[in-house]
């Protein structure tokens, strides 16, 4: 390719033609959770991979083909092995990448602002603005970032267009393609998940199309423009809380009522329409908590989507339950809440993933100590960490021994064949179990002589 052309100048069987020979060269912004994974898939499928990160650290790690946390299935020894084959390297510098690179991949986090429930695309404009001082003329910029319909057209594509002097559209092309994969399966998720991508013309959605297509080897949905792109990964995420906070609401139903949430959701999974949902202590993670605010803060949703807001306020509303079912279930000891110690078992915000973000067991913790109880926690994959100021135990037994309560926080599978009479016996007697996971059994825990409170499950 002649010095001044760029990859979009050829016409798509040429791209095609060089993505099988590995003659694309492709930049990933961002070696987070999303982004190292990517650049590892695209390495292993032979295209020459420079993953940029802020965080000299993290590059470092991935030069020597190691992970800082360990706690994706299958990907440190991916990334080893195109670390041996010299198919990646990692640099700090966007302008070392970005300069020689065919296709940038961005990857950059759009954290939620707790406080404004405003999301911070700081991150991603910032990243932008670099590339755009060093991007070649031609190339394809593709955001896996999630963002809101309308951020790529309205903020992000003016940062390029200001930074580069050029024009998108005409000296470089943008897509999106926003990530879809879900955290603790993420390498088998890219090989299973069909990928949506839409452009800001036909020609970056073609190359963008096609570039996933060889990489993921999966289905790519094209759609007709970025902002159609966005909307669909934000709507299926806003699917899933919505439902989410409706089944919240039908277990405190329940709870009210005498019915068991899980026996009601058992019963109505027989209808072929009906998508199960499980109630729990809120909803975290880096999707669900913030992809609704994504949908909020489009100036076109203002006055509409109060399904989206109202469930939003009912899933934030399930850390105050959990406190509720605890102290009703208190009222059963006459203790006095100095003089009780509370165990949780899990922090994470899922089961089987080391990940709090925007967990809902932080807001339980800091109302338990507000109450001024004695807390221990136990999470497996945050030994002797620090989470809200209190040290995590070793073990199972340090954290339940002695504990007048305890709180399922997250249903790890480690925590789904406790042996009750065990329990009891390390408990201080009358024990308390709270199950915010609906994974307990009431009977078996309620059979040994402790007390049962569960979202949607306290029926006696
Ligand atoms: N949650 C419930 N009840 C449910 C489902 C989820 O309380 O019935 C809670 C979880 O405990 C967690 C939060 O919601 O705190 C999010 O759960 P999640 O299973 O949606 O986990 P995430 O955040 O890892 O979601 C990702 C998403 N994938 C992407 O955004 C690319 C989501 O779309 C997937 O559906 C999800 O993985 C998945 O299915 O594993």
Known sequence: MSENKGILDLEIEEFEKRVQNSAVKISVIGLGRIGLPTAVAIAKADLPTIGVDINQEIVEFVNRGKLRINDEPGLEEALQKVIENKKITATTKISESVNEADVIIVCLPTPLEINSKKTNYQ????????????????????????????????????????????????????????????????????????????????????????????????????????????????????FRDVNV???????????????????????????????????????????????????????????????????????????????????????????????????ILGISYKPNVGDTQLTPIKEVVQKLKQMNFKIKIFDPYFINKEFSSIKIEENFENAVTDCDVLILGTDHDEFLNIDYKVLKNLMKSPGIVIDTRGNLSPSEIRSVGLIFRGIGRSVK
């Open 123 to 238: 991150y991603l404009l910032k990243g932008c603005s670099e590339i755009a001082k060093f991007m070649k003329r031609n190339s394809l910029i593709i955001i896996e970032s999630t963002v809101g319909p309308g951020i790529v057209e309205n903020e992000v594509i003016p940062v390029l267009e200001k930074e580069s002097n050029l024009v998108a559209g005409k000296d470089f092309g943008v897509s999106s393609c926003p990530e879809r994969a879900n955290p603790s399966t993420i390498l088998t998720d890219f090989n299973k998940i069909p990928r949506v991508v839409g452009g800001i013309d036909d020609k970056s959605t073609k190359f963008a199309s096609k570039l996933y297509q060889f990489v993921f080897k999966i289905e790519v949905i094209s759609v007709k423009n970025c902002k159609t792109a966005n909307a669909v990964k934000v709507v299926e995420n806003v």
């Open 245 to 343: 906070a409706f089944i919240n609401e039908i277990a405190i139903f329940c709870d009210r009522i005498g019915i068991d949430v899980n026996e009601l959701i058992e019963a109505c999974k027989t209808k072929y329409n009906f998508i199960p949902h499980f109630p729990g202590p809120g909803v975290g993670g880096p999707c669900l908590p913030v992809n609704p605010y994504q949908l909020l803060d489009a100036p076109e949703s203002k006055d509409i989507l109060q399904v989206v807001r109202a469930a939003r306020e009912v899933n934030s509303q399930m850390p105050e339950y959990v406190i509720e079912l605890l102290t009703n279930a208190l009222k059963e000891i006459s203790k006095n809440s100095e003089d009780i110690t509370i165990g």
